[in-house]
């Protein structure tokens, strides 16, 4: 009996992280054109990639100088629901941050982070691949969608009747 417990909790509480992983996803920065710390020459097309779908309602990205002005702002591309893009105009030399806010398409999920580049009238500007860019700042949003929140009380109330229901049958 206390074998048929444990696997039957083991079974419930694998099931509760499993559908809350899926519930809870944020979209994370996967790489960026310009990378993090690379110079460019402007004007420049800024691409943003995310690990997942992102949606253009709540979903932003803005250039902004070492004074914190804003130079740019882009959206989210029309071409690829994974991608921002921000069209740089010509730009002084210096300093700019990247600031952005992913909003998941499929479960409203916030993350928010930034990087940094620069622009050198010498920069290398080619338009190469993507380099993978790791986002030490990004950090997720505190406020989870209720439909998140409903998903996740869901999971725990199957998990709990699949774990009843392995005890029960077992019982008999």
């Known amino acids: 009996m ?6 039957a909790g083991a079974v419930g509480s ?3 992280m499993l559908i809350a992983t899926v519930v809870l996803a944020h979209a994370p920065l996967d790489s960026s054109d310009p990378a993090d710390g690379a110079t460019i020459k402007t004007p420049y097309t800024l691409t943003a990639t995310f690990a997942e779908e992102i949606t253009p309602n709540g979903s932003s990205i803005v250039v902004q100088s070492a004074g914190g002005t804003q130079v740019a702002s882009g959206s ?3 071409t690829d629901s994974n991608q921002m893009t921000v069209d740089l105009p010509v730009l002084p030399d210096g300093q700019y941050t990247v600031l952005w806010v992913s909003v998941t398409a499929d479960d409203n999920g916030i993350l928010r982070g930034t990087y940094h580049f620069n622009v050198s009238a010498t920069g ?3 338009s190469a691949a ?3 860019t790791p986002a030490p700042t990004a950090s ?3 406020s989870t969608s209720p439909g ?3 998903a996740v009380a869901v999971a725990v109330v199957i998990s709990l009747a699949v774990v009843l229901f392995v005890l029960y ?3 008999r």
């Open 169 to 171: 049958r077992n019982r």
């Open 124 to 126: 290398s500007s080619s």
């Open 140 to 142: 997720a949003d505190s």
């Open 76 to 78: 989210v591309s029309t």
């Open 14 to 16: 694998a099931l509760v």
């Open 2 to 7: 206390t074998k048929r417990f444990g696997l």
């Open 130 to 132: 993507p380099v993978e």
């Open 148 to 150: 998140a929140l409903v």
